[in-house]
């Protein structure tokens, strides 16, 4: 026969106290209620003692708090994505929070329905890497109260709290990198989008380009092109193209990888190369690969700051904070003078 659940009611019965102590000491609300060590120790133990599991649903509908956060992504696999992932989960988990993560695959239909499942389930607000037509469906959830921080990206007319970094001069700073090394006809890689990152890294390589008196050469892939072959193929063939490029300054970490698979000793060897984002495998690399890095603790540790902030104070004067952070350089071989 199945045993019946424990529940806070039959702790305070056993211990002749009331239920809202009960319920203080398991939320570890003891110290603020002023409840005696003694107590709250005994309650503890007993709890203990009867295998107690709390009512997470029920704790939920009583208070508000799912004390569960969902971290939705453009792709959790990617190696910026995922470094993120994994130092946020322990910094939440040691705030009492869960986190819930998803990848959205930059496709608005998709993001929609992860969002609508979620909000559904009452989780207590959304970290989201936006896809390029959801600035209507987070503007709903700002309207509803609940909390959301962008990443990576935003949306200009959108009132709502963001963290990026400066792509603008990380990729001028980059392609002037490869400038001062005496390359002369660099290319710069991208995906075909109007989104604010992207448009930013784009800027960057041109601003750099024009104010250096030499001649912008950008190929523009399609997102998809990344995971059905047809990058590798784009860029193999803007590696051939009679202009001879020099160097070649990737817009994502993805698409350098898509590069590095069709480079054959004599391109890695003749081309200055530079990726956004590093990676591990750009250090041991046959030629290790300069990279733009990203801040990714210093990212963490605001991520928590804001959602936790608009957790506690969840109104329209706490929902427009723009944080943008700076980007590092990591010069390796790849890039110096040939």
């Not at 708090?65 to 322990?90: G, T």
């Not at 969840?314 to 890039?335: F, G, P, W």
């Amino acid at each position: 026969m199945k045993s019946k659940k424990v529940s806070i009611k039959n702790i305070a019965d056993e211990l002749k106290i009331s239920i809202s102590t009960v319920s203080f000491i398991l939320n570890g609300k003891a110290q603020e209620m002023h409840i005696s060590n003694e107590l709250s120790q005994k309650v503890l133990e007993y709890a203990k003692l009867i295998d107690y599991k709390p009512n997470h649903v029920a704790q939920s509908l009583r208070t508000g708090k799912s004390r569960n956060l969902v971290f939705m992504m453009e792709d959790i696999s990617n190696n910026f994505f995922s470094k993120v992932a994994r130092i946020f989960e322990d910094m939440i988990f040691s705030k009492g929070y869960k986190v819930i993560f998803c990848s959205n695959a930059n496709d608005d239909k998709k993001s929609k329905e992860l969002i609508n499942f979620f909000k559904l389930n009452q989780v207590d607000g959304f970290i989201i890497v936006p896809s390029p037509g959801l600035q209507n469906t987070i503007e709903e959830l700002l309207n509803e109260n609940i909390p959301v921080v962008l990443l990576d990206r935003f949306f200009e007319e959108l009132k709502c709290s963001s963290i990026v970094v400066d792509n603008h001069r990380a990729a001028l700073e980059a392609t002037l990198h490869l400038v001062k090394n005496q390359f002369k006809n660099i290319g710069f890689i991208t995906t075909i989008s109007e989104q604010t990152q992207m448009k930013d890294r784009l800027s960057g390589y041109e601003t750099a380009i024009i104010e250096s008196g030499l001649q912008p050469n950008v190929l523009r892939v399609p997102y998809d092109g990344i995971f059905d072959g047809s990058a590798q193929k784009l860029i193999k063939n803007f590696l051939e193209q009679p202009s001879g490029l020099d160097a070649v300054f990737f817009a994502t970490n993805y698409l350098a990888q898509s590069g590095l698979e069709v480079f054959d000793n004599g391109w890695r060897n003749k081309l200055g190369i530079i990726a956004y984002d590093d990676n591990e495998m750009f250090k041991i690399s046959d030629i290790s690969i300069t990279a733009v890095s990203q801040p990714v603790y210093e990212i963490c540790v605001k991520l928590m700051e804001i959602i936790f902030e608009l957790l506690d104070n969840n109104n329209a004067d706490h929902n427009d904070q723009r944080l943008v952070l700076q980007t590092k350089l990591i010069i390796r071989e790849s890039s110096m003078t040939k």
